[in-house]
Nanobody, 123 residues
Framework: QVQLIESGGGLVQAGGSLKLSCAAS????????MGWFRQAPGKEREFVAS????????YYADSVKGRFAISRDNAKNTVYLQMNSLKPEDTAVYYC????????????????WGQGTQVTVSS
């Protein structure tokens, strides 16, 4: 069992930056692919970024490429999402997820989810 706790969300102006963190419990963090997803009001949850267990494979949604960066520190059982050049359309609840042996861009492939952290970008 893995518990995930996100932090770092908040209100920021367009063009600003935020860094999200996701702390995981348990000793098996390094065995999981980690992902970030987001869900805006009235929309389906969508993939944002993922990073493989070893950290050598990353994927990004086209909408965030070049602006967001996912990283992980296996020694600290933590995954991060650095978000730069934020836009109002980035406003959503951001979720951290663990698992995804295959298909890291698909939400259904993840086994564990955090409660989410709100990110609001004002124009």
């Amino acid at each position: 069992q893995v518990q995930l706790i996100e932090s770092g969300g908040g209100l920021v102006q367009a063009g600003g930056s935020l860094k999200l963190s996701c702390a995981a419990s348990g000793r098996t963090f390094s065995s999981y692919t980690m992902g970030w997803f987001r869900q805006a009001p009235g929309k389906e949850r969508e993939f944002v970024a993922s990073r493989s267990r070893s950290g050598d494979s990353t994927y990004y949604a086209d909408s965030v490429k070049g602006r967001f960066a996912i990283s992980r520190d296996n020694a600290k059982n933590t995954v991060y999402l650095q978000m730069n050049s934020l836009k109002p359309e980035d406003t959503a609840v951001y979720y951290c997820a663990a698992g995804a042996i295959v298909g890291p861009t698909v939400a259904a492939n993840y086994d564990y989810w955090g409660q989410g952290t709100q990110v609001t970008v004002s124009s």
